[in-house]
């Protein structure tokens, strides 16, 4: 005869209960033993007894455990089976950067230069695999030494290209045939670098390069910046400099540039914008990138002075052989002659010319645009630049009526925004107790993630978690991508923090624009949509960042995998990623770590908060 709980239970099962129900409940009672059985556990026993100070103390494994556990029970129950790791991809896409598939493009019916374009729309490829990185790849070599020297087996270009290159290799050499050496004279001008920045000091009137702060110039956009020497140069100086290039199948300026730990990104002049907000930098640069300004009816110099701030610089410069200097000085001079009428129609003034290099500076006064002549370029209407997210290049001067319009000559020169610099940022800003305030935080997390990371990031240097950082070569985080950068505050902390690497700050195209502000603030940043693979190269960046970033795409119409994969191509092997967010976007990223192979662990806050961390870092695959 039955008993009556067993009657209850046939009312709802039937006669036989299902398997997979029995099979819950037995795994259910197992996990419920092993909690009750077991006590807590430091996480980093194994590293140091050394407890990790502040808010992330008594990481458990128990608690990991549980997560995991909760996470197959649910698969059970629904009598859905685990997923397994994901495999490697074929040789053919080591390099390999979606949205930029030229034969793709062309197939398309894209022609006229756009084929070149960033398409993302025609490279959905559905096969998910993780992309390995090439045969002979090694990993970076610390800073200092590794801004300077790079694995030649890293980036996609061979010794014959090399030595095929012509004045490449009076820039470059192959050192015991597997490193480059980029001379801190690099060819850039015919002085070098240190003389070509100096130069250009002196043309906007400055005593000295060390000036560029002091007069507003903290952000320049390095367009076909070559192999990075210049911005090398100007991030000595304390200067941000983000280099943008177009795609390039074989021996690409981003990838050399990002390799070496300098910013950078694939961008490019054809027809759309650049994915920054109007008023961004304080300089434009270009040094022979290949350009053509005054096409298409100036539309390309009407972007760059979209992205410049008023007051700022336009440099072009454009070498040519000393030998034949006047003769083609002169040539060059009637080349200029329809960019300077150009230049004069949306208020720009030529403000020196030396050599081959030529500044204008763009106007800080709007009473400039009302008393142009006839036929000038026309001013846009209010709010239309208001989304600069690859839309199509304008043919009117944006960002005049905006309250941001302040040129970089008036600006402080504080290294913290001022309370009017703050007011300016429309529904976005911030009250300055409230800033400050974030920064403190985001200095109390930053000494916590470090503490997290060094005893491996560190790992030959005798150090114990929660120590001073030690001065490089021992550092091996370069770069760190903030994918939902939010006000900056992780930036701003490892400047505070002196740090020595540099933060790309991207913003969700789906959530508030707080790019300017970022901007403003002289940091690196762009506009992103995270549905979207980012214009990069594999292997580019050291350490990823997100705060919130999976609940707020969980609402969006992408793929959290797809996220995860992309994050994999971009992250270099060894590299390191932080996720900050809810339990359950944290429970559904520990599950998708595991299956691309990442080595993670979860992190209670022990703060009373629903939030947690995921830590993981990327192993080196070889095959």
Known sequence: ?????????????????????????LISLVALITVLGSSSSNAFDSVTSTPVPNIFLNYRRLKEQAAVDYLELKSLSLGASRQRELGLCGKERENYVPCFNISENLLAGFKDGEEFDRHCEVSRDQERCLVRPPKDYKIPLRWPTGRDVIW???????????????????????????????????????????????????????????????????????????????????????????????????????????????????????????????????????????????EKDGMFLIEADRVLKPGGYFVLTSPTDKLHESSVSMKNRNMLTPLEELTQKICWSLLAQQDETFIWQKTGDTDCYASRKQGAVPLCQEGHDAQSYYQPLLSCISGTSSKRWIPIQNRSSNSHMSSTELEVHGKYCVLPEDFFEDLQVWKSALKNYWSLLTPLIFSDHPKRPGDEDPLPPFNMVRNVMDMNAHYGGL?????????????MNVVPIRGPNTLPLILNQGFAGVLHDWCEPFPTYPRTYDMLHANGLLSHLTSERCSLMDLFLEMDRILRPEGWVVLSDKVGAIEMGRTLAAQIRWEARVIDLQNGSDQRLLVCQKPFVKK
Not at 15 to 21: G, H, K
Not at 177 to 186: A, G, L, V, W, Y
Not at 213 to 241: E, N, P, W, Y
């Open 491 to 503: 930036n701003a902390a490892f400047l505070e923090e002196k740090k020595s690497a540099w933060v």
């Open 152 to 294: 030649s087996g890293n980036v996609k270009i061979t010794k014959d290209q090399f030595l095929s290159s012509g004045s490449m290799t009076k820039r470059l050499m192959l050192l015991e045939e597997n490193q480059i050496t980029f001379h801190s004279e690099d060819g850039l001008t015919f002085d070098g670098v240190n003389d070509y920045s100096r130069q250009i000091a002196e043309m906007i009137g400055l005593g000295s390069e060390s000036e560029f702060l002091q007069a507003g110039v903290r952000t320049v956009l390095d367009i076909g910046c070559g192999f990075g020497g210049f911005g090398a140069h100007l991030l000595s100086l304390k200067v941000m400099a983000v280099c943008i290039a177009a795609y390039e199948a074989t021996g690409s300026q981003v990838q050399f540039a990002l390799e070496r730990g300098l910013p950078a990104m694939i961008g490019n002049f054809i027809l759309r914008q650049l994915p920054y907000p109007s008023l961004s930098f304080d300089m434009v640069h270009c040094a022979q990138c290949g350009i053509v300004w005054d």
């Open 1 to 25: 005869m039955r008993s009556s709980w067993f009657s209850k239970l046939s009312v709802i099962f039937g006669s036989r209960p299902p398997l997979s129900w029995l099979l819950l409940c």
